[in-house]
């Protein structure tokens, strides 16, 4: 918000809608209806109202599995997703007996992998801490396979054929880019 008017403007719109929603018996449940801040710190006290009750305010909120933070930095939701896939490495880890990198990598692939890489478009992170975070468990997922626990990272990428999660996420980018051109 800019002004004390475009405080005044959305509390209108919210009004409209719940009237909007009263009229095509279509209700929200305001309980779950919360409000984030961005922008200019002196005009963040605002509160806003649903059916006449007040809506909490929060720093940060997921949505649709991406955590949102009134910064719009992305480091919350790298830790969790760093948290989720570190959970599932260590699964992995503990659940199979027979070790190959076949199967290593298909797990992988399958249950680590999204945690890291889900809707990276909306996320993806900008600081360097939260790139060597994320980066951090596939390098921990390469020293699982065995005879390549020695190796230098880079290697054990290239003898697995696979890219840096960097690498994937720009190609991502870029893909997305290429599709809105197209």
């Known amino acids: 918000m800019t ?3 475009d405080i005044v403007s ?5 009004d409209r809608l719940i009237q909007w929603a009263d009229k095509w018996q279509m ?4 309980s779950k209806c919360k409000a ?19 809506r909490t305010t929060v720093t940060e909120e997921k949505d649709l599995g991406v955590v949102i933070s009134s910064d719009m930095k992305s480091s919350q939701h790298c830790n969790q997703a760093y948290s ?4 599932m490495l260590a699964m992995i880890n503990r659940s199979i007996v027979y ?11 399958s249950l680590v992998r999204p945690h890291l890489e889900y809707c990276t478009a909306a996320w993806s992170p900008h600081y360097i801490k939260d790139r060597v975070l994320l980066e951090k468990v596939q390098w921990r997922f390469t020293r699982m396979v065995p005879g390549l626990k020695k190796l230098p990272y880079e290697e ?9 999660l960097e690498e ?14 197209r």
């Open 99 to 109: 070790k190959n990198s076949e199967n290593l990598l298909r797990l992988c692939k």
């Open 27 to 30: 209700m929200f449940n305001t």
């Open 10 to 14: 959305l509390q209108k719109d919210l």
């Open 168 to 181: 994937r996420r720009v190609r991502a980018d870029l893909i997305e880019a290429f599709k809105m051109v």
């Open 36 to 54: 984030v801040h961005f922008g200019k710190k002196e005009l963040n006290n605002a509160d806003y109202y649903m059916s006449d009750q007040r």
């Open 84 to 87: 989720k896939a570190s959970t």
């Open 156 to 164: 054990r990428l290239s003898e697995l054929e696979l890219w840096t």
């Open 3 to 5: 002004s004390e008017k």
